[in-house]
């Protein structure tokens, strides 16, 4: 029978990968995402590293598949050609000047911000290639404050994202992030919301996990609340086992026996 599913898209870390695993990624979820793509299917690796740290963490985990397409930063998107991945130059540029524009504004803001923060955490606060303002805090309670004051002082400027993994913090433009990520390749591959399988555990997730994009959705018994209260009430599946072991589950009950073979 013929696989429900035309296009996965994974998150990295904590879902697919975990570090203190071995092998990192289990082998049956390696074997079950090869049939897939043996099948027409096409893999999303859709995850906050850029391309030199995804690399080395999928070279390190020894991975038997390699993804079709990455969005990487939750916002570029690379394709699989060959030996490489190449960037998608329409959506990347586009996704730059977006930035761009966005951060000589916000630029502007980064001391009042920091001097928010220093005087209530010891946290590390530093700007690189993909954000003017990037917070790392010792404890989640911490990033849970931090959180809700950069969203409020950012509520009237729409195309401000907020976006947070765990106790990392980092800002982006509305428009670009691991949903509408999702939304392009879809559309270059040709599948529809129904057609699609999104898997997450953290909250830079929840732009992916929701049916607008992918109607097949999962989260591992590892995801935080949120992210499992989103998928439960928008019909998806949490797994009972954590990681890519939960992943598995996920897509076994999706194919409910089809397209395993
Ligand atoms: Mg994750």
Sequence with gaps: MKSPIKL????????????????????????????????????????GRDLPSLMEGMARARMSVKPDYLALVEREIYVHEGSQYVPLADWNARCDARHAELFVR??????????????????TIYGDMWSPFCVITKTLEDMDAVQVFLEDYYQAAPDVAVVRNDVYLRFSHRDFNKGTALARIASLVGARPEETFAAGDHLNDLPMLSREFAGLLAAPANAVPAVKNSVRVQSGFVAEEPFGHGVFSALEHFLGGRGVH
């Design 8 to 47: 996965l898209s994974t998150d990295f870390d904590g879902t697919l990968h975990a570090e203190f695993e071995d092998p990192p990624v289990p082998v049956r979820l390696q074997e079950l995402i090869g049939q897939l793509q043996r099948q027409g299917a096409k893999w999303i690796i859709n995850t």
């Design 106 to 123: 916000l630029r502007g803001d980064v001391e009042e911000l920091r001097a928010w923060i220093d005087q209530r955490f010891d946290a």
